[in-house]
C-alpha cells in the first residue's frame, strides 16, 4: 500500500524545516514545499506512514536517530557532475598548479559538501594530469558531507554511463575502469569504476558542517560549491569565516557560480566570479 497521496500541511512544512535548520543550518523557504513533500513522500512509502504528521512522530520518537540521518540524507542531496564549473579548475591549473610544482611542499585541499564524489574525483584527475606520481606523495584531498547515504556512493566511485560524459575520453581510460552489467531486459549497461590512484589521494568523512570541525588544515584550497545557497546570511558569513581561518595565506576557497560574498561581512580577496583570495 502506497500513501503518495499524503498532503503536507503548512505546519507540518514549518516543523520539518525547523528541524532541518537546527541540525544542519540548511534555510528552506516556502518556496521548497514541493521539494520537501516529493522528497520526503519515499519515507512515506518506506515506512507505510500515512501522513507527513506521523512520520514527524516517527522522527521525534527515533531514539536511534536513525530516521534523522535519513531525513538529512533525502533533504540534502544535490545534483553534481565532473568538472562542473570547468573555468574553477581551469583558473587552479593556471595559477595554483604552477606553484606546487615550484615548491614541491604539502598540499591539503578540502571538498566540503562533496556530495557523490565528482568534485573531489575531478580534483584528483587534475592534479594526476599535472603533477604526476612523483609530486602527489604530500597531496592530500579531504572531502566532507552531511550525507551518510551519498557518501557511501562517493567512497565506492562507481557510476553510470551518463554521470561521466563531462570527463574527457582519454582521462576516462586512464582513471576509470569499465564494466558492465545487464537489466531484467537483457540490455548491456556501462559503468566506470574510480581506479586506486585516484582513490588513493581521496579520505571521505561525514561532517555535519553545523558541528565543531576537527581538520586543522591549513588548506591550500576549499572548495564549498553550491552549498551555501543553502544557508541564511548569518550561517554563511559565521562558514566563510571559519574557512578563512583554515586556509593558508595564499590560499583558496571556491563557491559556486550562483553564489557570491558581497552581502555578508568577510576578509577575502575578490579574485573572479565565485573564487576568492586570503591574503
Not at 97 to 124: L, N, T
Given at each position: 500500500m502506497?500513501?503518495?497521496?499524503?498532503?503536507?500541511s503548512?505546519?507540518e512544512f514549518e516543523?520539518?524545516?525547523g528541524?532541518?535548520?537546527s541540525l544542519c543550518?540548511?534555510?528552506?523557504?516556502?518556496?521548497?514545499?514541493?521539494?520537501?513533500t516529493?522528497?520526503?513522500?519515499k519515507?512515506?512509502?518506506?515506512?507505510?506512514l500515512?501522513s507527513f504528521?506521523?512520520?514527524?512522530k516517527?522522527v521525534?520518537?527515533?531514539?536511534s536517530?536513525?530516521?534523522?540521518l535519513?531525513?538529512?540524507d533525502?533533504?540534502t542531496t544535490?545534483?553534481t557532475?565532473?568538472?562542473?564549473?570547468?573555468h574553477?579548475?581551469?583558473y587552479?591549473?593556471?595559477?595554483m598548479?604552477?606553484?606546487?610544482?615550484?615548491k614541491?611542499d604539502?598540499v591539503?585541499i578540502?571538498?566540503?559538501?562533496c556530495?557523490?564524489?565528482?568534485?573531489?574525483y575531478?580534483m584528483?584527475?587534475?592534479l594526476?594530469?599535472?603533477?604526476?606520481?612523483?609530486m602527489?606523495?604530500?597531496?592530500?584531498i579531504?572531502?566532507t558531507?552531511?550525507?551518510t547515504?551519498?557518501?557511501?556512493?562517493?567512497k565506492?566511485g562507481?557510476y553510470e554511463?551518463q554521470?561521466v560524459?563531462?570527463v574527457p575520453k582519454?582521462?576516462?581510460a586512464?582513471?576509470f575502469?569499465?564494466l558492465?552489467?545487464?537489466?531484467?531486459?537483457?540490455?548491456?549497461?556501462?559503468?566506470y569504476?574510480?581506479?586506486?590512484e585516484?582513490k588513493?589521494?581521496?579520505?571521505f568523512?561525514?561532517?555535519n558542517l553545523?558541528?565543531?570541525?576537527?581538520m586543522k588544515?591549513?588548506?591550500?584550497i576549499?572548495?564549498?560549491?553550491?552549498?551555501m545557497?543553502y544557508?541564511?546570511?548569518?550561517?554563511?558569513?559565521k562558514?566563510?569565516?571559519k574557512y578563512y581561518?583554515l586556509l593558508?595565506?595564499?590560499?583558496h576557497?571556491f563557491?559556486?557560480h550562483s553564489?557570491?560574498?558581497?552581502?555578508i561581512?568577510h576578509?577575502y580577496?575578490?579574485?573572479?566570479?565565485g573564487?576568492?583570495?586570503k591574503c
Amino acid at each position: 500500500m502506497e500513501y503518495i497521496s499524503a498532503k503536507l500541511s503548512n505546519y507540518e512544512f514549518e516543523k520539518i524545516t525547523g528541524l532541518i535548520y537546527s541540525l544542519c543550518g540548511i534555510s528552506l523557504g516556502s518556496g521548497k514545499k514541493e521539494l520537501v513533500t516529493a522528497r520526503l513522500t519515499k519515507r512515506l512509502n518506506d515506512l507505510k506512514l500515512p501522513s507527513f504528521d506521523s512520520y514527524l512522530k516517527h522522527v521525534q520518537h527515533d531514539e536511534s536517530v536513525y530516521e534523522l540521518l535519513q531525513l538529512i540524507d533525502v533533504i540534502t542531496t544535490n545534483v553534481t557532475s565532473f568538472f562542473r564549473e570547468m573555468h574553477h579548475f581551469d583558473y587552479i591549473r593556471e595559477h595554483m598548479i604552477p606553484a606546487f610544482k615550484a615548491k614541491s611542499d604539502r598540499v591539503r585541499i578540502w571538498s566540503a559538501g562533496c556530495s557523490s564524489g565528482e568534485e573531489p574525483y575531478s580534483m584528483a584527475i587534475l592534479l594526476n594530469e599535472e603533477l604526476g606520481n612523483v609530486m602527489l606523495k604530500d597531496i592530500k584531498i579531504l572531502a566532507t558531507d552531511i550525507s551518510t547515504h551519498i557518501l557511501s556512493r562517493a567512497k565506492e566511485g562507481l557510476y553510470e554511463k551518463q554521470l561521466v560524459e563531462g570527463v574527457p575520453k582519454a582521462m576516462l581510460a586512464k582513471y576509470f575502469e569499465c564494466l558492465t552489467s545487464r537489466d531484467e531486459f537483457k540490455n548491456v549497461k556501462y559503468f566506470y569504476r574510480v581506479k586506486p590512484e585516484l582513490k588513493n589521494l581521496i579520505s571521505f568523512a561525514r561532517l555535519n558542517l553545523m558541528e565543531e570541525w576537527p581538520m586543522k588544515g591549513p588548506f591550500k584550497i576549499i572548495f564549498c560549491r553550491n552549498v551555501m545557497i543553502y544557508f541564511d546570511k548569518q550561517t554563511q558569513e559565521k562558514l566563510v569565516g571559519k574557512y578563512y581561518n583554515l586556509l593558508e595565506p595564499g590560499g583558496h576557497l571556491f563557491i559556486g557560480h550562483s553564489e557570491n560574498l558581497s552581502s555578508i561581512s568577510h576578509s577575502y580577496k575578490y579574485v573572479q566570479p565565485g573564487v576568492y583570495m586570503k591574503c
